[in-house]
């Protein structure tokens, strides 16, 4: 286990690059991104194209054949994430940081069942008896509040719902009890009252094993009621970092377009303010933006 | 080539009672109920499986075993739909990466209404229709491929306004949109609703949005209607069903007091 105490920071990420080579010329998907993570929660927003998951993506060393990443540093707990091969990649992957994706439809297997596919993810990392294994996925399932584990058990993908599906994820994904979970748009395909309560068991999880989590969204007013702290990404760069409590006092005017343009429940407007890209932006310090 | 809906008297909007469907040998609506005003805007909101969309579906003709009253200004439709009834009616729908024909022009995506309903003048309805919805007339000859998210919805809604409708049905038009695009896209809509005086209902998941662009909101779930109520006392958090207070203390963010506080409609 990791010292929980020690002052390293979890993961520590300076001057990442995700570029893609495409028909059309390279394209540069993450330009420059550098941060640290403790044992924290930390929403990383964005829209469409903002390099949001590829951020996620390359962290966890799952980029696409045609991406190429370099970085000035990409440390997860001490080790150099850059110089792992194929192999030693595996082993850190799900055991120590894992991802939770968004859809459960695309992301189980759909002619295994549920039980199997936890159980699978479980004895991937930990050598233990196949009976063993069962019990501890069941007791996974019934930590994610599935009421009935024996019968979920047993399922196949297609017969749970959306956010039952979720919690199967969030199951197989922790069951290993990685110290990272990046989580890439894990609620957006589910209903509001089921996305609220999925994340309660989330943060549940999060808080009880001391995890660190990267929560990916283009929701910034759910990932600042969620997070500790928030990037804010646009085209491939972070272009402000701030405390969730004080969204409200975004300085960006890219952080404030974005909550300003969002149709508010409390106030009724006529028109809705859109949303003016400066070029300045993509290449501009928070100073030179907001000079 | 008229259908009964064109000889109707306009100035009724859209009235359906007592809407019952079925898919097979499941219930999905059960005695779904209202009326929108000529001009007017309703919202149906619900979650996944509430049955918002299958209203939709319900009036465009697009589910079979259905029973109940559905009248659009003020005639009633039958099993099917005449050619004259997507004259007056045309619906949006949610993802406009599936609803455009990868392989036809935009020219071609907005010019087959017209050419299907026999209307003369096509070319000039459809530049009219592009810049009804803020594109010019360069986008006339691209595909859908070469175009982003939000003008993709463009499209879809330029191609709603082809036929001139009275109605306009919008199923969740602005879901696979970013926040930036989907104010674009929601100005450009309560626009068109002002300036051409549609009549609309708008099918959405958000109920910010619902609120936004609606007089009127009825709340949905498990195929019924619980309740419909004016959008100012959604604003103002005014709502009788302890089901849309639920839907509407979730709509405000990650509370855990709030979420312990959830009860299962099912």
């Keep these: 286990m990791t010292d929980l105490t020690s002052a390293a920071p979890l993961l520590e990420v300076e001057d990442l690059r995700v570029h893609f080579h495409t028909p059309r010329g390279a394209v540069e998907a993450v330009r420059g991104l550098s941060f640290t993570l403790g044992r924290e929660r930390l929403g990383i927003v964005g829209e469409s194209g903002s390099g949001k998951s590829q951020t996620g993506r390359a962290i966890l060393g799952l980029t696409a054949g045609n991406g190429r990443i370099t970085a000035k540093t990409l440390r997860f707990q001490g080790q150099d994430l850059l110089s792992l091969s194929p192999k030693q990649w595996r082993a850190v992957r799900g055991a120590r940081m894992s991802m939770i994706m968004q859809d459960p439809k695309y992301s189980l297997n759909p002619v295994m069942t549920v039980g199997d596919q936890i159980v699978e993810a479980y004895r991937q990392h930990h050598r233990v008896s196949a009976a063993e294994a069962r019990l501890r996925a069941l007791a996974m399932l019934a930590r994610v509040k599935i009421r009935d584990p024996e019968r979920v058990f047993a399922t196949y993908p297609h017969e749970v719902s959306g956010g039952m599906g979720q919690r199967i994820m969030i199951a197989m994904m922790l069951i290993p009890e990685p110290d990272l979970i990046i989580a890439d748009e894990p609620t957006s395909a589910l209903d509001v009252t089921v996305r609220l309560q999925v994340l309660a068991i989330l943060d549940d999880l999060v808080r009880e094993r001391g995890m660190a989590l990267i929560f990916i969204s283009h929701d910034l007013p759910l990932v600042s009621s969620f997070c500790d702290r928030i990037l804010v990404m646009y085209k491939g760069r972070v272009v402000e970092d701030l405390k969730a409590s004080e969204l409200h006092a975004a300085r960006h005017p890219y952080t404030q377009g974005l909550l300003g343009c969002l149709p508010k429940l409390d106030q009724r407007q006529e028109t809705l303010p859109v949303l003016r890209r400066d070029p300045r932006w993509e290449h501009g310090t928070l100073e030179e933006v907001t000079r | ?266």
């Design chain 2, 1 to 266: 080539m008229s259908g009964a809906v064109l000889q109707a008297v306009p100035g009724t909007g859209i009235d359906v009672s007592g809407l019952n469907v079925w898919f097979g040998d499941h219930q999905v609506l059960h005695g779904v109920s209202f009326s929108v005003p000529e001009g007017g805007a309703l919202g149906l909101v619900g979650e996944s499986g509430s049955g918002k969309s299958t209203v939709l579906r319900a009036l465009c003709g697009l589910v079979d075993q259905w029973s109940g009253a559905l009248r659009i200004d003020g005639a009633e439709l039958g099993k099917t739909r005449s050619r004259g009834f997507y004259r007056v009616v045309q619906m949006v729908f949610q993802d406009p990466f599936a609803s455009l024909h990868p392989r036809h022009t935009i020219d071609r995506t907005l010019s087959e209404p017209a050419q299907v309903h026999g209307l003369d003048r096509v070319e000039e309805r459809v530049v009219t229709a592009l810049e009804q919805v803020g594109l010019d007339r360069s986008f006339r000859f691209r595909f859908p491929h070469q175009l982003s998210g939000g003008q993709r919805q463009r499209v879809a809604i330029a191609r709603a306004l082809m036929l001139e409708p009275r109605v306009l049905l919008l199923d969740e038009p602005t879901s696979a949109l970013d926040v930036s695009i989907q104010a674009e896209v929601l100005n450009l809509l309560k626009g068109l609703q002002r300036d051409l005086g549609l009549t609309t209902l708008m099918v959405s998941h958000d109920l910010a949005v619902v609120s936004h662009m609606c007089d009127a909101v009825a709340i949905m779930n498990r195929g019924r209607i619980l309740e419909t109520i004016a959008a100012e006392d959604l604003a103002a958090g005014r709502v009788d069903h302890p089901y849309s207070r639920q839907l509407l203390r979730a709509s405000s963010g990650f509370d855990r007091a709030v979420i312990d506080s959830f009860v299962d409609w099912e």
